[in-house]
Structure formats: C-alpha cells, structure tokens
C-alpha cells in the first residue's frame, strides 16, 4: 500500500512538473536546440554567457529593470563595444524568446559598430525588424535600424518601403523617429519625410517624421524645414501644430527660422483670438522665440502681447493658457499684475500658475 503511494505521489510531483514548467525556459530551449538566436553555435560564448543572467532580470512594460546587476553589468561589457559583439547580438535577433530579441536590438542600438555599413549583419537586422508586430520591439528595432548606414548596406529603398507600408503602425511611428537623422542624405528620404509629416494617415506618423527635421535636416534644406514647420504650426492636429510651432520657434540649425518667425507670430495671434490653441507646445513656443538672440525687441514685445491674448482668451486650452501666463509673469515687468487677474481662474493649472507668480520675489 504504501509502495503504491509513494508510486502514485512521484507521478503527481511529474505531472505537475511538466505543467508548471516556466515556458520562457522551454522557449529558451527550443531556441538552443534549432540552432538560432541564443543558441546559435557561431555565437561568442563568453557573450552568451553573461547574457543568460541578464535574462533572469525583472521584465517591465520598457524591457529588462535598469536596477538589475546582471543587466548593469552587460550594458559596461567590454566584450560588446566597438563591434565586437555585433554579430553575435545580430544572431539574437533570431530567437524565438521575446527577450533576446530585446536584448540584442537594445544593445545594438546603444553600443553596436560593425553591423552598421555590414551588407549580410545590416540585412538580418532589416529582416528582424519587418516582423517587428510589438511595441517594445518596435522602439529597439527600429532604433538599431536606424544606426545602419542605409546607403552603403543598400537597403534604403526597402527600409523606406517599411515608412510608408509596413503593417505594424507602432513601428512606422518609431522608424520616423530614428532613421533620417543618419540618413538624411538617402535618395528620395528627405522627400519622403516631408510626405510624411504632410499627409500620412497615422497621425503619430506625421508627428514623428515632423519632429525628424530637428536632428535630421540635411545640408542646405534648412530654410525649405523651417517653412514646413511653418505650415504644419497650421494643421488641424493640434498637437501637430504645437510641436511644429515649437520647432519653427526654438531651432538654431542653419541660424533658425528667422525668416518665418513673423508669420509663426501672426499664426499664434490668430488661433489666439479665435481660442484655437489647445497644445501647451504652441504656447511654450512664445517662449523659446522670446529667448532668440536675433529676436528683435519689436518682435519680443509682440510674442508677450500674443501670450496675454492667449491667457485672456478662455476658450484656449486650459495648459496653454497656464503655459503662457507663466512666459509672462516671468518676462514682463507688469506680469504679477496681468497675473493676479487669474488667480480665481476656472481652470486649475492657470489660476495656480497666477499665485505662483504672485509668490515669486
């Protein structure tokens, strides 16, 4: 009887075994025993090796927790820097395991050399990207992607093919926010970019591939950049137009966008009067421009007028409103007076802003 116990407790403990095994693990394996990804036998082993612990780390919604040891210790490894990791970590973008595609594109993007002008390296990594159909792995593809040399790989035209086609939007979003700026100088890139902020249906997209010009303006089109800001600080998208404000008013490259800021003015003062502004981003932008030095006094005397139109006009956004009242308490002398005006405002961030600016000696 008790033979028979001991028998029938040993085929439960193997049961539950078997149904409680970690399935990263049995992933892991699968992986090894195909021959891919971690388990590639043309893989550095001793990179292999301190990779197994980083994959025991916590997992968070942004990928591995940054606090972790054995991830601390991977990102200061000597062994991945220079390209000397960069075909092993290409490898890893074959794995089956989530994780190690992670960790691969990850360390790509930050330390990777060699796969960036590497035909056969700069493929895989392509390759890996366009089946990219998750979030997470799209921001770290898509950032390794965006560290290839397009033009020496060859692979412009497909890369560009994924801008504009590929399924995954998430994905779209994070290429425009990664490739231009060392590619501008692609052929047809800069066109398509400017397609793209202009009328792509994703309107994260055109945001992205708007914000791209910041970085990614090649030589000599600064002056056609700052006019697509201009345009786009017009858009139906608010939150398009406030950013695309913001650039048009803040950016320095190429001596800035001296020749649209009176237009930029005049845009602000109108959605001003008529309550349009309803991204912070437009309001931030009398700020920045207030703070150029070849602003002239003509012209910062008007964006701090603009500002007090946009307070005063209640139908504008309730944190654009804040944000201008803010640039004025700051740079008027009369601000703590225009201010206390607003200090029973309906809207919170505005009336708390006022008193804050009341506060200040």
Known sequence: MKKTCLIALATAALLLGGCCKDKTSETRTEAA???KGLGDPSNDPAIVAIAKPVLECKWTSY??????AAFESWKKDESLKDGKGDKTLVSFLEDADTKVQWLG???LSRVGQLYR?????????????DKVADS???STHARATGNIDLSVTGLGPRVMKMLQEHSFPGLRQELAGSVLFRNSNV???????????????????RKAAAAAFWTGTPTGKNEEVCK?????ADDADSDLAGHSAYHCSFTSSGGGCVGQWDALLSLIERKAKAGQVKSSFMAVSLKYFYGQKKATAAQKKRALEIAKTLVANTANDGSSRSS???????EDPAGKAFAAKYENDKEFFVKSTAKRIREQK
């Not at 002008?117 to 990207?129: C, F």
């Not at 201008?324 to 700051?330: D, I, P, Q, S």
Request: glycine letters at 6%; aromatic letters at 8%; a negative charge.
């Open 117 to 129: 002008k590497d035909q056969v390296l700069a493929t895989k990594v392509v390759d890996a990207t």
């Open 136 to 138: 997470l792995l799209a």
């Open 324 to 330: 201008a009242l803010e640039f004025v308490g700051k």
């Open 187 to 205: 052929p047809g890139m800069y066109d398509l970019f400017v397609k793209l902020a202009r009328s792509d249906k994703d309107p994260k997209v």
């Open 63 to 68: 990928g591995f927790d940054s606090k972790c």
């Open 33 to 35: 025993a195909d021959g």
């Open 105 to 107: 594109a990850d360390t």
């Open 228 to 232: 697509l800001w201009l345009e786009l």
